[in-house]
């Protein structure tokens, strides 16, 4: 099953640290792994940047090392509607997850919700006591507290603080999947067993996520008591990027009814959520590539080509070749294939206006253009199964969103 509770699964941290990871014989396992803990300490920590600069390379391999011996610990604990940095999970799990969830079940109303400023307004103190609930091994518990009170560099300048985590540290996403784990999964399991009394589902990656309602006013409540709940810990949801729309199966025909248009569309992972129908007339929910970020990546492409201009046609062509790629692997999805050829065409287009400005005399002709792209562009095709397909959900069970 996706959502066995582990051992630490409870909504609150109690006042003690406890380390529950199998008893005595976890506590050798985990000594061992750092049984040269004390050249570890040594080697750490360097000042982080909050501007992206990197941690000094002696960081990363013991933060590295760190999250190996941590991963097994928390995967057991961790519940099946995360899915961000996790072994085995990706975010086309976490889409398809959603897709199935609002397809197959009574959802009419989906929160789209999004954290402020999550990375820099963590609370560490909540976050160590969060580690020791489940580390008993003191040598690993200093490390992660010497990482976060390192510092940032601002302006070149060093500024200490008690909020954030480590930036651009390779323990970070384990470290916020942890605080969210405990002040929000935790939460929302036991929201969704006691208090809701229609169908709700709840899909997380990182710290972005998405809940559907069968009742609007069972959304509106849990996104006054998610407030509250943030507000305990030092989160709060972006004002402006926080809604509730109504979504689903039967939102187009109540919103008709009502002559309210057609159904609100959200944004998750980089897709456009939106209600379509397929062949046959039934629901399904349409995802397409994000306008913001189609049109973002073709100006940083465009900035790109522009400094490659005088570089060999084969050069360009290998580089095209190789953020296409990149893009129809990410973006393809089933019913995306509009958008993928419009990005590949698009991409076309700005390649010629860059090869036309090498020489004042270069025309460059469709013909011989088409013949470059055929060369060097992969065809915009789909590379990934429908939702259904990928989840296997006709099978008996729960599903992978609860």
Known sequence: ???????????????????????????????RELAKGNSLERNAPRTQSREGAPSALEDKIVQRATVEVMNPIYEQDFLGFSYGFRPGRSPHQALDALAVGIGTRKVSWVLDADIRKFYETLDQGWLVKFVEHRIADRRVVRLIQKWLKAGVLEEGKRVHSEIGTVQGGSISPLLSNLYLHYVLDLWVQQWR?????????????????????????????????????????????????????????????????????????????????????????????LRQTMRQR?????????????????????????????????????????????????????????????????????????????????????????????????????????????
């Open 193 to 285: 067993q006691k208090q809701a009394q229609g169908e709700v589902i709840f899909v997380r990656f990182a710290d972005d996520f998405v809940a559907g309602f069968q009742y609007r006013y069972e959304a509106q409540r849990f996104l006054a008591e998610l407030r509250e709940r943030f507000a305990q810990f030092g989160l709060a949801l972006h004002a402006d990027k926080t809604r509730i729309v109504e979504f689903g199966r039967y939102a187009e025909r109540n919103r008709r009814n009502r002559g309210d248009g057609k159904p609100e569309t959200f944004n998750f992972l980089g897709f456009t959520h939106s209600c379509g129908q397929t062949r046959k007339g039934h629901f399904t929910v």
């Open 1 to 31: 099953m996706m959502n066995e509770r582990g051992k630490s699964d409870s909504f609150t941290v109690p006042a003690n640290s406890l380390n529950q990871a199998e008893g005595p014989a976890a506590e050798v396992r985990e000594g």
């Open 294 to 402: 189609w049109q973002a990546k073709l100006r940083v492409l465009k900035e790109e080509l522009r400094r490659r201009m005088h570089t060999p046609i084969r050069e360009q062509g290998a580089y095209l070749r190789s953020v296409l790629l990149g893009h129809f692997r990410y973006y393809g999805v089933p019913m995306n294939g509009p958008a993928l050829s419009a990005f590949r065409q698009a991409a076309g287009y700005l390649w010629r206006t860059v090869l036309r400005r090498r020489s004042q005399g270069n025309h460059l002709p469709w013909r011989r253009m088409r013949c470059y792209i055929a060369r060097w562009f992969p065809p915009a095709r789909v590379c990934h199964p429908y939702p259904l397909v990928r989840l296997g959900v006709f099978t008996q069970g729960g599903s992978r969103m609860r």
